[in-house]
């Protein structure tokens, strides 16, 4: 079955620098790659996804890059706030109905 | 967005009892539920995946017989621990995909505490 890890599993940075979180893989027949932002005791929540057609996907101050051949992706946040301190999962799954397989989760701190 | 909503939010109980979580796809159908289950901390873990009108697909170490799941309508699909003990406190979370492109929308969360 699929195997995501995620790293790092914490991350503190200062509040306008920029934020970055790394997974990979194993099932190279994934192609559909989410991520998802989860606050404390709340439901995760779709920041940005991405899909195998294409290398790099911008929303805002978020980006995701994929590489297929490495079997990796990350999520990008720039100019970071406050808002943004979370857990953050990177996900992945064969799109369809199929299941998705979530990695460890990031706990990022965004200090004032 | 699609929304899918998890009732109870939390719930409280004695050990030994049974307890149900359900959830709902109010604005689509959803033939393919999935329940997750998370500890405080920790990533989602699949428990099962839910098809309407079938039995459910179990994850390895998933007891079937404990986490009972009946996806019997297109928009409602219910999970229950059995004979709950205090190791099966947790923060359980359905999801549901829309129209089959792999992203999932979630339900807020049911949070069980068994004494």
């Known amino acids: 079955g699929e195997n995501v890890e995620q790293h790092p599993s914490t991350l503190s940075v200062q509040e306008g620098d920029s934020?970055?979180?790394?997974?990979?893989?194993?099932?190279?027949?994934s192609n559909y790659f989410p991520w998802y932002k989860q606050e404390l005791g709340k439901r995760p929540q779709l920041i940005i996804d991405i899909r195998s057609n294409v290398g790099e996907k911008k929303d805002q101050r978020i980006a995701v890059t994929l590489n297929k051949t490495a079997k990796h992706f990350s999520l990008h946040i720039t100019e970071t706030q406050p808002e943004d301190s979370?857990?953050?999962?990177?996900?992945?799954?064969?799109?369809?109905?199929?299941?998705?397989?979530?990695?460890?989760?990031?706990?990022?701190q965004v200090i004032p | 967005g699609a929304v899918v909503s998890q009732h109870p939010s939390w719930v409280i109980c004695k050990s030994g009892t049974s307890v149900k979580i359900e959830c709902r796809s109010?604005?689509?159908?959803?033939?393919?539920?999935?329940?997750?289950?998370?500890?405080?901390?920790?990533?989602?873990?699949?428990?099962?995946t839910s098809n309407e009108g079938s039995k459910a697909t179990y994850e390895q170490g998933v007891e079937k017989d404990k986490f009972l799941?009946?996806?019997?309508?297109?928009?409602?699909?219910?999970?229950?621990?059995?004979?709950?003990?205090p190791e099966d406190s947790s923060f359980y979370i359905c999801s549901a995909a829309l129209a089959g492109l792999g992203e999932l929308f979630f339900g807020e969360g049911s949070r069980l505490t068994v004494l």
């Open chain 1, 19 to 29: 934020a970055v979180i790394k997974c990979t893989y194993s099932d190279s027949a």
């Open chain 2, 69 to 85: 799941i009946n996806h019997a309508s297109l928009t409602l699909s219910t999970l229950t621990v059995t004979s709950a003990h």
């Open chain 2, 26 to 48: 109010l604005d689509f159908q959803a033939t393919t539920m999935f329940w997750y289950r998370q500890f405080p901390k920790q990533s989602l873990m699949l428990m099962a």
């Open chain 1, 86 to 108: 979370a857990v953050y999962f990177c996900a992945a799954n064969r799109g369809g109905y199929q299941k998705v397989t979530f990695g460890t989760g990031t706990k990022l």
